[in-house]
């Protein structure tokens, strides 16, 4: 947290009451009783706060890990009002409150979310996420304990599972988190690498069930610097790892809650985790779940083996190819118009849940998809599309 400051700005400690599950434990833990709270919120008094960060890590949630570079410090009457943090005030001369090493992390997730086209809300009845828990200065160490190709030997992609444990370091994520990975070494001007944020593909009891592991699903990019450490890995390497991140991309816990879950490539991954979400705890759920997925052939797509595998009345899969020779090329956009009459089913029904996950490419695809479906069955897409994002149903996550 070595933020950057003119000599008027000021670092502030704050608790995000959006996550703060009020259990007191902060308050309990300050030696210097900076932490009050009324019927609202919990909240930081700057006056007193010494920056011990003794509170830290005690916080099961994570909200207590928040930080603002603030020209005169929020009051605690302030801080009582609030349903949100503030974001980041601008302040001249600080290069807007400086690099904090956890606002790298929030800035991947605000543009992988850019695409939702508004504040993106989580699913009303989505579990509470843990976020934050670890940073740079605080990373969790994960041991790999499996590292597979996904895609065949023979395809361009090389594309694989990897599983990290993370033994009786806690580590909860929820299906749709993702989590930062710190690549180790420094770049050219000898500054540590840029934390990458991966989708957890695994659900939240682990990969193994109750086992703390998890999976990533990783695409090795010809020049990408942590996309090659991890698909490199061996079991027994250590991974230094940060997070968990995300809030809002989070599958709804209602069983009845429908989902339609459009992706090209590793943006399967979270749709993995829902999916295998509803295979163990929700096999008979009355909500049903549909996939949109595309790859430029079988032989790319992950984990295309076992998901065929998976009943269509869990899961019911609908394939988009762009390369299979002497064939047309498919985009999952294409899939969804010529499947239309199955789309405006599922989006007539109000527990119906978007999730867009994968190339930034698909989302004008997609929206011009949903907007002609909507058209030919008397709905208007824009107008629901801001209903469901508004109302926590609709999600996008692009790269
Ligand atoms: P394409 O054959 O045109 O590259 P990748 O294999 O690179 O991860 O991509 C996954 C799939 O997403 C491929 O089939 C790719 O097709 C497809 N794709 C690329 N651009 C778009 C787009 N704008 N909309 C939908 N799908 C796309």
């Not at 943090?85 to 991947?108: H, I, K, N, V, Y």
């Not at 790319?300 to 394939?319: A, I, M, N, S």
Request: net charge negative.
């Amino acid at each position: 947290m070595d933020a950057t400051t003119a000599p008027s700005a000021q670092k502030q400690h704050l608790i995000d009451p959006e996550i703060c599950i009020r259990c007191n434990t902060c308050e309990e833990t300050c030696p210097v009783d900076a932490i009050t709270h009324d019927d609202n919120n919990y909240v930081v008094d700057a006056e007193k706060c010494n920056f011990c960060l003794d509170c830290i890590s005690p916080c099961p949630t994570g909200s207590i890990d928040n930080w603002r570079i603030v020209a005169t410090p929020y009051s605690i009457e302030d801080q009582f009002g609030w349903e949100e943090l503030p974001a980041q005030e601008e302040l001249a001369g600080t290069g807007e409150g400086g690099e904090a090493e956890d606002d790298e992390a929030a800035r991947l997730i605000a543009e992988a979310h850019a695409g939702s086209g508004g504040k993106s809300v989580a699913p009303a009845s989505a579990s509470k996420p843990t976020i934050n828990l670890y940073n740079r200065s605080r990373p969790a160490i994960a041991t790999v304990t499996g590292n597979f190709r996904l895609t065949d030997p023979a395809a361009d992609n090389d594309v694989r599972h990897i599983i990290l444990d993370f033994g009786d370091v806690t580590f909860p994520v929820l299906e749709g988190q993702s989590i930062g990975i710190i690549p180790p070494g420094t770049d050219a001007s000898g500054k540590p690498h840029v934390i990458r944020l991966y989708s957890v593909a695994s659900s939240r009891d682990g990969e193994r069930p109750k086992h703390n592991n998890l999976a990533l699903t990783v695409k090795r990019e010809a020049q990408g610097l942590c996309s090659n450490y991890l698909c490199d890995l061996k079991k027994g390497d250590k991974v230094q790892v940060t997070g968990p991140f995300g809030a809002t991309f989070l599958m709804p816990d209602d069983p009845s809650a429908n989902i339609i879950m459009i992706c090209t490539g590793t943006g399967s991954a979270p749709f993995r985790g829902f999916t295998e979400r509803r295979r163990r705890t929700m096999r008979d759920a009355p909500g049903r779940m549909m996939i949109y997925f595309g790859a430029r052939r079988p032989e790319e797509l992950p984990y295309f083996g076992p998901l065929q595998k998976v009943p269509d009345g869990l899961l019911r899969k609908h394939f988009a190819y762009s390369r299979v020779p002497n064939e047309p090329k498919t985009y999952v956009q294409d899939r969804m118009r010529a499947t239309a009459n199955e789309v405006s089913v599922f989006l007539k029904h109000e527990k119906t849940h978007v999730y867009i996950c994968g190339l930034k490419g698909m989302e004008a695809g997609v929206d011009e998809a949903m907007a002609d479906i909507c058209r030919g069955s008397g709905m208007d897409w824009a107008q629901l599309r801001a209903a469901m994002r508004t109302q926590g149903r609709y999600h996008v996550e692009t790269y």
